[in-house]
């Protein structure tokens, strides 16, 4: 065991990867010599070799091509796309092709890649470097989309993806790749230092896609979250002094359903918190489901905080992050009732 | 009245429109036999000539004439024949099924036959093909079975591909035909990829894909090439300009500028642009491209020049936008025609010959056909519709088992 951060951990559990199955290769822009902008793939091309891990032309479409003829050869890429806001120019290669191939050709050819790139906002980024877009990959049938919360989650997610013989989309919380973050960004930065998700086996293990995980029991109201907004979650609950069950989705496809219908019926109650604009949004998803499955429960409307139904402001990041204080604010209003 | 100097949009128009005389003057060609061949392991700077020519063995008078004369025995040729027939016969009694109401819809390869039946016969075993839905010459040079495609354009019990895909697109691992979809382009860079995996591997496996001239001005098309020369990859990458792209002529798609093959300069490839009515010269071009692949020099790209003589689908009305005449005057004729008068000039075929494999094809077409409709026809017959939630992912989540049970299957 070694204590990670979610950078160490996506890193070692690349290199545990290509240690144990030479079909595994990564590329992507700027991943070989340099080791990533954010780090994720430091030393691989060194450990491996250059074939192993190798820099991509600027060309999204042409890495998910690229990696969905090598997964029809039979290898394993695991291919980066530096930031989701990137990821359209290959939108057409992973909604008709990655998600299809399978399907279409009777189970002939199939793309066992896994997708990574970093998601989400809180970091400056303005609009193109803090989108959540997981709502478009969840809609296309044949992709999972999984987004873990903290590094032993994340490397043992991602080995789980790269095991897998669907595509995966793997989405990185990258505000929390160097600590949680509750939201309260006048704070001084927090580290993986002392949580307890951070201590790590340094070796090969797996954590399962489609299983949510229980962060905090409760009794009064359910709060759905994943990525970062795990940790807002814990904050605003605090803020709220509400005795609420905290479910980390951790995989939106598969989605588990039936943590979020035993919890929400257990409690009653459920507001949904994501990153990603509201309309349209995974929430939407979430919302339908505990309604057709958990409407006699209810005691209160579902709620949901999101981002707001503009693209991501650069000056107004504060004001567009659904920050603790709204989801407190919603979390009140559900116990009203 | 524009001022002189004023600027002018340039929308370009095609030679001729229905009701209008055929004209493909504006077409220059080379004589067979007159463009030299390289060394397949000539550095790309040697090479840049040929992708303003045209590559073609096959004269006038049936003739293979010139260094690219990949003299083939016989029996490779009358292979080649009977792929390019029975393509062309089962195009025929399937596109009149079609009209008949017994699929939803059909397309065919007419003219463009020697294509995929030349390099299915040069390309290896485990190679892998990444097809458009216009080269169905390459399974039937595999002999793949004839029944399995009927079945699968009536999308009937016995469909290989359960009822999930439009007919004619196929996916025949086994025989080096990768899966096919109707979004053109997308399965360009897939070809790459797969040649990348196999350089990787170390393996010596080739890919070879196909994608239309209109095609090309996709992003698809550069991104694969730019990868393809960035890392080398053992692929044959092949532009079938046939001309026409539904309605719209290959000016649209920039042939009025330069020609498709030229393409390849700027990535730094081989340009080979060659009469694809012609199976000696498709054939040797892709020899050409497949020793210099195997040898590490790369991928070549090949644009294959010939005619769509059909309209693009049964959905479409080719007399709306070409004179209904044009494919008749194609100045590089009809490819079976031409393979048939070599043989014949060679001594190794005759009319007797010919028509004797035409009705036997039609038998053996006939025969499938009937099995086919025996089994049903669009509509009358379907694979069960538990096949409809099959294979979405390796194993089915919640969503799919409930979904099943909710349809109460």
Known sequence: MATMNMIQALNSALDVMLECDPDVLIFGEDVGYFGGVFRVTDKLQEKHGLTRCFDAPISEGGIIAAAIGMGAYGLRPVPEIQFVDYIL?????????????????????????????????GIFGGQTHSQSPEAIFAHITGLKTVIPSNPYDAKGMLIS??????????????????????????????????????????????????????????????????????????????????????IDLRSIVPLDIEAIVTSVQKTGRCVILHEAS??????????????????????????????????YPHAFEWDYFPGPGRLARALHAAMEH | MPRPNSLRLHVPEPAARPGE??????????????????????????????????????DDEGRA?????????????????????????????????????????????????AIGAAQSLVMAEGDMCFPTYRVLSWLMARDYPLTDLVNQIFSNEKDPLKGRQLPILYSARDYGF????????????????????????????????YIGEGTTAEGDFHEALTFASVYRAPTILCVTNNQWAISSFAGIAGAEETTFAAKAIAYGLPGLRVDANDFLAVWATTQWARERALANQG??????????????????????????????????????????????LRGDWDEDRHQTMIESLTTDVRAAVKFGEQIGTLGKSKPSVKEMFEGVFEEPDWRIVEQRRELGI
């Open chain 1, 89 to 121: 120019p290959a939108f057409d290669q992973l909604v008709s092709e990655a998600a299809r191939l399978r399907y279409r050709s009777n189970g002939e050819f199939w793309a066992p890649i896994t997708v990574r790139s970093p998601y989400g906002g």
């Open chain 1, 161 to 246: 993806a790269i095991e897998c013989n669907d595509p995966v989309i793997f989405m990185e919380p990258k505000r929390i790749y160097n600590g949680p973050f509750n939201g309260r960004h006048d704070q001084e930065l927090s580290t993986w230092a002392n949580h307890p998700n951070a201590d790590v086996p340094t070796g090969h293990y797996t954590v399962p896609l489609g299983q949510a995980a229980t962060v905090r029991e409760g009794r009064d109201v359910t709060v759905l979250a994943y990525g970062t907004m795990v940790h807002v979650a814990l904050e605003g609950i605090a803020e709220a002094g509400v005795d609420a069950e905290l």
């Open chain 1, 278 to 311: 509201r309309f349209g949004g995974f929430g939407g998803e979430l919302s339908a489901l505990i309604q057709e499955r958990c409407f006699y429960h209810l005691k209160a409307p579902i709620g949901r905080v999101a981002g707001w139904d503009t693209p």
């Open chain 2, 21 to 58: 005389p055929v004209r493909f003057d504006q077409l220059d060609f080379p004589k067979a036999g007159d463009v030299p061949k390289p060394a397949s392991t000539a550095p790309e700077r040697e090479l840049r000539e040929l992708p303003f020519s045209l590559i073609r063995v096959l």
């Open chain 2, 65 to 113: 004439v010139g260094e690219w004369d990949p003299k083939l025995p016989s029996e490779t040729l009358l292979r080649g024949l009977k792929a390019m027939l029975l393509t062309r016969v089962f195009d025929d009694r399937l596109f009149r099924l079609q009209r008949q109401g017994k699929t939803s819809f059909y397309m065919k390869s007419l003219g463009e036959e």
């Open chain 2, 178 to 209: 990768y899966s096919l979809s109707g979004n053109v382009g997308s399965r360009f860079g897939h070809a790459v990829g797969w040649a990348m995996a196999s350089a990787y591997k170390g393996d010596d496996k080739l890919s070879l894909a």
């Open chain 2, 299 to 344: 991928a070549t790209l090949i644009e294959l020049f010939t005619y769509r003589a059909a309209g693009h689908s049964t959905s479409d009305d080719p007399t709306k936008y070409r004179p209904a005449d044009e494919a008749e005057h194609w100045p590089l004729g009809d490819p079976v025609e031409r393979l048939k008068q070599h043989l014949i």
